[in-house]
């Protein structure tokens, strides 16, 4: 039986591995000796490499060390906290508690090209927020000892001052390896959009484009976030900016969905002409002469007899023979009297119909912060303990173009923040029936009462029994959004909960020797899972290594006595039990053809055999009956 190697199985995917698997199957040729051989990959690539020295790129102080860091693999887990869930059973929403960017290593198996829309609110880099402390091989310690779970004592990080020197590369160093790894979760018609203001847009778009691509920059909405007028400015700065990229812009284009129609919209379509499909308005039946192929130019012959060409500089939206297809079914209006110029009809009943996303948003249509700031203040006892939240109406805005109602899409945020996209997820599905699923990512950074600007929401922490940290907050936040839409939609009976998770370090022991006390050491080897760690959390961490969504039914049933789980209708079976016998094993084996499961993968502990001689024929047993992942931990 093979067994989980704690030093590959107990860390999060290798992706230079990854790449290196991918670049072979592109470029045999290019290997010598299980080495990259960079003279035949140049070779290969002809014209497309650029070896001059001098040469146009976009870097700083530390990017090499920070792409670096996103390819170092977690050793970390994420432990299930079932007490600070809501609704755990049915839940498919799920909350992250920890340092984003172990998280996301270790979503990468799991939501590899899974995720739909991204969003962001990362820090704006003003001199005043939290900059993450990722260090190159110890980011998982490092987390560990700012919550305080190595030593007992936390420690203080400090903010990103201008007067630090690397203002701006802490800042690239600190959004490059989370973006490089989001980027991997995408689906190909995903995309992503980050806030971000005038001092770092720049660099955001920079940065953008090296990791998506500059071809998949979608565009840079310009949303008005506040109302009333800044006075203590020389001009009063009313708007962020909200950047867009997507994993494929063309096929995010080909996918993106319209904007709702609003009243006045609806009010332009009417039906003049009485027909049976019901209201429309008309669209030019021109296009730019640029744009349109030889096919597009000619002669159009109107049902009075006219001929028509296109206009100067333009062509016909339509092909002939299309174009004559349409006039055939009424789809194209000539004017009451029939004799007025081609548009082409669209009616308000065509599913696609809609408005088409603007460059601009308003905070009419999508709130201001102030307006964010009273919603969350009412939720929490009337008490501001978020500086700037984001309203849930503007990511309401970005599900609206990106997400449909009923696919379940997965909606990520990893700088969680104030819990705003998750709000914001339950309300969208409250408003069209939806079941989308947000997945969210929040560290818990300290709240200090001795701090002014922080002493209202760390009384807030201590008023209610809670730990003073931004997690909590979230937490509480998504909770009373939760008991609000109850009351508010009493007969939604979608996705309303969230299951939390803990970033922690692995379940698995890993194997340290002490050679003045083997003795010992060897006998600490044989139960290699932490005596602190539950079946749960150890279970949790094999979906992670097996690839599969946090999300993903568990049944557990009773097998001769002992617990069994089954996980994704038999896509993998666990047994974390002692004493196991033949007839369990057996058991486990039956469940292959009730289940019928296509991959059926087998996780048993590799000190629960009731002696060697069951260990030895388990896998016998469970390969006759058409299993061959099995496996120890």
């Not at 990722?134 to 190595?150: H, I, M, S, V």
């Not at 976030?225 to 909200?242: C, G, L, M, Q, W």
């Not at 700088?415 to 560290?443: C, E, K, P, W």
Request: with cysteine.
């Amino acid at each position: 039986m093979e067994k989980l190697n704690p030093k590959t199985d107990g860390a999060s995917v290798d992706i230079v591995v990854q790449n290196i698997e991918r670049l072979k199957q592109i470029f045999p040729d290019a290997f010598t000796e299980g080495k990259v051989d960079f003279d035949i990959l140049r070779e290969t690539l002809g014209e497309y490499v650029d070896d001059r020295s001098e040469k146009y790129s976009f870097t700083w102080n530390g990017k090499s060390k920070a792409r670096r860091i996103a390819q170092v693999p977690s050793t970390g887990t994420l432990r299930p906290c079932l007490e600070d869930s809501v609704n755990w059973a049915t839940t498919k929403n799920i909350f992250i508690e920890g340092d984003n960017l172990e998280v996301l290593k270790l979503l990468q198996k799991a939501y590899h090209k899974k995720i739909k829309m991204i969003y962001i609110d990362p820090p704006y880099n003003t001199g005043k927020e939290f900059i993450y402390p990722d260090k190159y091989q110890d980011n998982l310690q490092t987390y560990l000892r700012y919550t305080g779970q190595t030593d007992g004592q936390g420690f203080k990080l400090s903010t990103n001052s201008e007067s630090s020197g690397r203002y701006h590369t802490n800042w690239l160093n600190m959004m490059f390896p989370r973006l490089k790894l989001a980027r991997n979760l995408l689906r190909d018609d995903g995309a992503i959009f980050i806030s971000i203001d005038d001092s770092e847009v720049r660099n955001l778009r920079n940065l953008c484009d090296e990791v998506f691509g500059e071809e998949n920059f979608v565009v840079p909405v310009i949303w008005q976030k506040r109302i009333t007028p800044e006075n203590r400015r020389a001009f009063s700065y009313e708007h962020d900016y909200v950047v867009c990229y997507a994993r494929s812009a063309d096929v995010f284009a080909e996918t993106r969905r319209l904007l709702p129609l609003t009243d006045e919209a609806r009010a332009r379509y009417r039906n003049p002409d009485d027909d049976s499909r019901g209201d429309w308005q008309s669209v030019p039946a021109i296009a730019q002469a640029g744009h349109g192929t030889k096919s597009q130019f000619y002669k159009l012959k109107t049902p009075d007899g006219r001929l028509l060409d296109p206009p100067e500089g333009c062509c016909w939206r339509y092909t002939e023979a299309r174009m004559v297809q349409e006039i055939a079914d009424n789809r194209i209006w000539f004017g009451a009297n029939g004799q007025g110029v081609p548009r082409i009809k669209r009616f308000l009943s065509d599913t696609r119909q809609g408005i088409t996303p603007s460059t601009l948003w308003f905070a009419a249509d999508t709130g201001a912060n102030e307006q964010a700031k009273k919603q969350v203040s009412k939720l929490l006892s009337d008490k501001v303990v978020f500086d700037n939240p984001k309203p849930t109406g503007l990511i309401q805005r970005m599900l609206d173009i990106t997400t449909e109602t009923g696919n379940s899409d997965i909606v990520l945020d990893f700088f969680a923040g104030s819990g705003t996209t998750g709000h914001a997820v339950m309300l969208q599905n409250s408003g069209d029936n939806g079941n989308r699923r947000y997945v969210l990512v929040q560290l818990p950074e300290h709240l200090d009462p001795e701090n002014k600007g922080q002493k209202t929401a760390a009384d807030f922490c201590d008023n209610i029994g809670m730990d003073r940290t931004i997690a909590e907050l979230t937490k509480e936040r998504l909770r009373r959004s939760i008991m609000r839409l109850t009351e508010d939609a009493p007969l939604f009976t979608e996705d309303l909960g969230f299951k939390v998770f803990k970033l922690d370090s692995s379940n698995i022991k890993p194997w340290d020797a002490d050679f003045d006390n083997l003795e010992t050491s060897l006998f600490n080897a044989v139960e290699n899972i932490k005596p602190d760690r539950s079946e749960a959390d150890v279970l949790y961490e094999l979906l992670l290594k097996y690839g599969l969504d946090l999300a993903v039914p568990i049944e557990e049933r009773k097998v001769h006595g002992k617990a069994i789980y089954i996980i994704g209708a038999g896509a993998l079976i666990v047994c974390l039990a002692k004493q196991i016998n033949l007839q369990v094993v057996e058991g486990i084996a039956a469940l292959k053809d009730e289940l019928k499961s296509e991959v059926m993968r087998v996780v048993l502990k590799d000190s629960g055999f009731e002696d060697d001689v069951v260990k030895t024929n388990a896998v016998q047993i469970l390969r006759q009956a058409g299993i061959d992942d099995v496996k120890s931990l």
